[in-house]
């Protein structure tokens, strides 16, 4: 059963970074591309980034390029979100999705996390 389940969200500066982990059981795990969405209040999710299924592929929403970046550890159906340089308007609930190809559309993802919040302070 695929299951996605998100950690590694907390407190941190502006300024300063946070390393969100997106674990599944199950062997499919490299069978999947995995994407972050963030989500604020009463708005729909926004891509953030994801990584395709063999790691080919990265893509990023334009205001995070160059400051978050993605890479899997499919030994270990883990896949992480590095996240630097964090800014207070980013402190929303992250949630990890996975489906069959990268897409910034979250209709396209099959299984979802509960989501992991991420604080930003100023």
């Known amino acids: 059963q695929v299951q996605p389940v998100e950690s590694g969200g907390g407190l941190v500066q502006a300024g300063g970074s946070l390393r969100l982990s997106c674990a599944s059981s199950?062997?499919?795990?490299?069978?999947?591309?995995v994407g972050w969405f963030r989500q604020a209040p009463g708005k729909e999710r926004v891509f953030v980034g994801g990584?395709?299924?063999?790691?080919?592929?990265?893509s990023f929403e334009d205001s995070v390029k160059g400051r978050f970046t993605i890479n899997r550890d499919d030994g270990e159906n883990t896949m992480y979100l590095q996240m630097t340089r964090l800014k207070p308007e980013e402190s929303v609930v992250y949630h990890c999705?996975?489906?069959?190809?990268?897409?910034?559309?979250?209709?396209?993802?099959?299984?979802w996390g509960q989501g992991t919040p991420v604080t930003v302070s100023s």
């Open positions: 199950g062997r499919t795990f490299s069978f999947y591309a």
């Open positions: 990584i395709s299924w063999d790691s080919r592929r990265t």
């Open positions: 999705a996975m489906g069959g190809q990268l897409t910034q559309e979250a209709e396209k993802y099959d299984y």
